[in-house]
């Protein structure tokens, strides 16, 4: 009997310490510095509008138009961030013609909401902000997401046939070596960071009730094509692998175009390189909206 109630016991700790990574790993961020598009000469309209789910969480953004009428972008920032340091990147949206939408995912941000959930609850929050787009009569819609942002477009795309092209830069194919190598930088040795990542994803997975392990940018990115792909990777990324960055090209088909830079990490080409990234990005969206 001792022996059970032992096993019993090291169960509910393997359990305890599971949510709480998880509770780690997904709770509400502190809010990035509050910005505004009239910084940037920008004409825009505060807009809110709920989450395609059934909670319906209400999110908020900025509307920004343009002089095309057909075509829009929606900027999709990454976890823990907000729509606030994106805004740099609208000028050059802005200058081309596009509309664009920035907001906030739930629990980030302006949004409501106080779960992040790695992009399995975010890909609604995606649906409710094409919907507004949509409402607005653009039927040619294009992604541009962030690390997280990068990963809510690949998964969401597939309900989406307005979106015509998506942007992604950095997101990670999956979760749990982006979520180790995250544990790492907190200090813990290597040795620790996989199981403890597999605990925080299985208690984020329990807390949701979804599988997560499976549910994820490598394992979907095909239902994307034959839509195009620009793929924005850094070498030196710590959250993905090259492996399975090479894994998620090959499976987004034919269209999937890459820039792949050497010298660069996590999320940072357009620091190394402004001018080309902003670009790249503006003629992917140009060829293919």
């Known amino acids: 009997m001792a022996a059970l109630y032992s096993f019993l016991a090291i169960l509910v700790l393997i359990l305890a310490l599971s949510l709480f990574l998880s509770w780690r790993m997904t709770r509400r961020p502190a809010a990035d510095e509050r910005r505004s598009p009239a910084e940037y000469g920008l004409s825009f309209e505060e807009v809110e509008f709920p989450a395609a789910d059934v909670d319906g969480v209400t999110l908020h953004g900025w509307w920004i138009p343009g002089v095309d009428t ?4 929606i900027l999709l920032p990454g976890q823990f961030g907000s729509m606030d340091p994106d805004l740099q990147y609208v000028p050059a949206l802005h200058e081309a013609g596009f509309s664009v939408l920035l907001f906030d995912f739930r629990a980030h941000g302006r949004s409501d909401g106080n779960v992040s959930t790695f992009g399995y609850l975010e890909r609604h929050d995606l649906l409710g902000a094409v919907n507004f787009v949509r409402e607005k009569g653009f039927v040619r819609i294009g992604l541009w997401g962030f690390s997280m942002g990068a990963r809510v477009a690949l998964l969401a795309a597939p309900l989406c046939p ?3 092209a998506i942007v992604a830069d950095g997101g990670p194919p999956r979760m749990l070596p ?3 190598a995250r544990i790492q930088e907190m ?15 299985a208690g984020t997975a329990l807390r949701l009730r979804a ?3 499976r549910y994820e940018p490598l394992y979907r990115v095909e239902l994307v094509a034959p839509r195009p792909v620009l793929f924005i990777h850094g070498d030196r990324d710590p959250y993905i692998p090259s ?3 090479a894994a ?4 987004a088909g034919p269209a999937a175009e890459v820039w792949r830079l050497s010298d660069a990490g996590h999320r940072n080409a357009d620091e190394l390189y402004p001018i080309e990234y902003r670009r790249r990005v503006v003629d992917f969206f140009q060829r293919h909206l």
């Not at 057909?70 to 972008?73: F, G, L, N, S």
């Not at 200090?187 to 994803?201: F, H, I, N, T, V």
């Not at 998620?248 to 499976?251: K, N, P, W």
């Open 70 to 73: 057909e075509r829009a972008v």
């Open 162 to 164: 307005e979106v015509r």
């Open 178 to 180: 982006a979520i180790a």
């Open 187 to 201: 200090g813990l040795p290597e040795e620790l960071a996989g199981p403890l990542a597999w605990l925080a994803l």
């Open 211 to 213: 599988n997560l392990f």
């Open 243 to 245: 492996a399975e960055f």
């Open 248 to 251: 998620l090209v090959a499976a």
